[in-house]
């Protein structure tokens, strides 16, 4: 007999007689010997109603009314299918999140979750009922007893969650696809099903627009080791696994706001390669990374940034011993990218920096909290260390540094995130846990396994920032006060000295929501920085390779590049990390881009998918 938690989403229970199917299913469970506690979500489009009919009122509804609106459509779910489950016979209670104790920050329609009482849900299950609860919502501690939501696909959230705080066998999120699969089968129909995808993998993928899992979902499974998998309500198929290694012990208490992270890596055999002034037009990046890979050179890090004017600038990073490979490769190809648009600078220039190291943190809290990030470069900042090039993926933030300067980046780290020397933190290897032997030896994946669509982005790139320590940690920093998250951050390899002062251009990727008033607030904080222009451009698509496979393998990105530029698909910005590659291109590419990629990495299985409507 197990515990298990049981999630379903909007469309899952989207009408009655979808919500008896549920019950039939929860009641089959339960007759099998198990005990089950069953979050869901408002039924089919009731959230989506509920934000438009408070749009109709104001166009910036207040965000406490917001959340008690939306509460309520979980609230409906949960009566419903309590009541199809007493008419099978089966003894069940609903429960929102504040009857059970969710107790969360009173941090309205993004609150995380502090702690969860067990005790009322124990004793209901104890009892022989199951228990069903309001998924996505929450309430903020004893004294105030505010509502709060967790944030849009919240629910995903929630279970897992309960889950770990009850120490639940494991949990199931049942939805209207048969699993994960390695795209959006509403874009790409011929996408297929993987039996099994790592934490930190998964991560990504939902960060980077893959909405079928809340990314805090699968931080929370990653942190706590609750074995999770995805599955369709529509049959009986066993899904996708989502695996993590054994984790360490870790509190309940503070379950998403606990040490963000883990731990402080570093590596000084770093060098990096810049081409200054390549053409910005389809297929610069594909003929770089398609030499590269050619003669096998194996590359790190690679960034490229937009640039005032026509040109880009292309940089990436190798460990010491291959740099000369690396850059007989780059001389060799740069008379080829000339710039005609631009006479004054006829052929790309290249650059090498020796002597460089990589600075990382490392941990699963991360997500939607900007100001780790901005700790991080402030600590470098306080510690009079120059940043390079950023990094940023859902696990680890990176920066490149000095070489001489590693030493100070990482003590200072050390101290300001609480981490000992040789601290380790939960690995993606070790032992997995699934309750399925059969997926318990990660067997090797493929280098790719998914490319995801983000449609809800945008640029913001600041003219000229001074080149000097402090930089970064001022801009994120103000970025984070004010809850904005940013990714695929880029600061131009060129500098240009004005009025004495060397500067860089940096640009960044935002939530299109907070698009907007990021631009608004960093105009106002720019004349009095000496910062100048700062550029949003709200019409781009983020399209992204996650795999934790990739690394060492040097022909990834250029595939990818490659399937691009066969499209005549121009990149406006390409970001990566271990497990990553990032490229913006023009919004209305994103689609078209998403499939050729898809393609490419023969990604596509025999089977298509219909997702239920
Ligand atoms: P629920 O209401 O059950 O929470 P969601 O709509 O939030 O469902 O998430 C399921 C949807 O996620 C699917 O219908 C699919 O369109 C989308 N999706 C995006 N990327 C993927 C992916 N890689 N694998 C599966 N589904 C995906
Ligand atoms: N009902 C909420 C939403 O639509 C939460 C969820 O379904 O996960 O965002
Ligand atoms: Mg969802």
Redesign the pocket.
Known sequence: MALIVQKY??TSVGSVERIQAVAQRVYKTVQAGNSLVVVV??MGKT?DGLVKLANEISPNPNRREMDMLLST??QVTIALLSMALQELGQPAISMTGAQVGIVTEAEHSRARILHIETTRLTRHINAGKVVVVA??QGTSSAGEMEITTLG?????TSAVAIAAALRANFCEIYTDVPGILTTDPRLVAEAQLMDAITCDEMLELASLGAKVL?PRAVEIARNYGVPLVVRSSWTDQPGTWVTSAKPQGRSLINLEIARPVDHVEFDTDQAKVALLRVPDKPGVAARLFGEISRQKVDVDLIIQSVHEGNSNDIAFTVTTPILKRAEAVATAIAPALRNQSNPKFDEAEVMVEHNIAKVSIAGAGMIGRPGVAAKMFATLAEAGVNIQMISTSEVKVSCVVNAAECDRAVLALRTAFEIEAGEQGAGSRGEFLTPNSSLLTPHSPPPVRGVALDLNQARLAIRQLPDRPGMAAKLFGLLAQHNISVDMIIQSQRCRVIDGVPRRDIAFTVSRIDGESAKKMLTQVAAELGWGEVVLDSAIAKVSIVGAGMVGQPGIAAKMFEALAQQQINIQMIATSEIKISCVVAQEQGVKALQAIHAAFELAGSEKFVVPA
């Open positions: 989403g909007g979500s408002a959230t459509g979980e998924g996505f849009r696909g919240g629910s995903d809340h």
